[in-house]
């Protein structure tokens, strides 16, 4: 069964660029979250979807959104970026009735 | 309020020593999960472990073993003869599945393993 994958792996944009990045989860799990990972917060809850629906949301400013398709695949949107946005951002998917999360790569972001 | 500390921010150990990663929770909730999970140099988190509230048996599996214990709200993480390849950040983390089911993550424990 193949993992959750992210693209892109990596990512450089300058401030006030917006960005959207992409994940897929494993085959069957309709859960997918969103974590941000830096060195100083750690890492940090942004989102839920479950089923096309956002099911929890964490602590971050409206810039950061996502969606979920239908095939469960969800993307992360970062508008008006700022410095403080660069981060390694993480993707989990989990099945139903379970409470391992299983994680991409991630997609490392630089804003310049 | 849900929190996860892990009060070890960075640990160096010699090859071949045995070595215990602390971990601290606070929940109001009695039905909680808690997690380790490994992210190697590469950067992806790797599960470990998921533990449950009710159950404080403790776990072995290979050269890891895990001692959960209610009273002082820890969930610590021994690696015995540690190896090179455990080198990692180790994330111990919390989840509350009656009230937001979002995982809460500890700062992580930097583990260096020397040769």
């Known amino acids: 069964k193949a993992g959750v994958t992210q693209t892109p792996r990596y990512l450089i944009k300058t401030r006030g660029q917006q960005v959207t990045l992409s994940c897929s989860p494993i085959s069957g799990h309709r859960s997918v979250s969103w974590y941000q990972q830096t060195p100083g917060q750690g890492l940090q809850f942004l989102f839920e979807?479950?089923?096309?629906?956002?099911?929890n949301k964490g602590n971050f400013p409206g810039r950061f959104s996502g969606r979920q398709f239908s095939n469960s695949r969800s993307e992360m949107n970062v508008s008006t970026l700022e410095l403080g946005d660069s981060a390694l951002y993480l993707c989990?998917?989990?099945?139903?009735?379970?409470?391992?999360?299983?994680f991409g790569p991630g997609t490392r972001l630089t804003v310049t | 309020a849900q929190k996860v500390t892990q009060a070890q921010t960075e640990i160096s150990v010699v090859e071949k020593e045995d070595v215990t990663l602390d971990c601290v929770y606070e929940?109001?909730?009695?039905?909680?999960?808690l997690f380790w999970y490994k992210q190697p140099p590469s950067g992806e988190l790797v599960f470990l472990i998921r533990r449950n509230s009710f159950d404080e048996q403790n776990e072995i599996s290979g050269r890891y073993s895990w001692n959960f214990q209610k009273s002082t709200s820890s969930f610590n993480f021994t690696i015995t003869a540690s190896q090179v390849v455990d080198s990692a950040v180790y994330f111990c983390a919390l989840s509350e599945p009656n009230r937001d089911d979002k995982i809460i993550f500890g700062k992580g424990t930097r583990l260096h393993i020397l040769p």
């Open positions: 929940t109001r909730d009695t039905t909680y999960y």
């Open positions: 989990a998917s989990r099945g139903e009735a379970s409470y391992e999360q299983y």
């Open positions: 979807y479950f089923s096309e629906t956002q099911r």
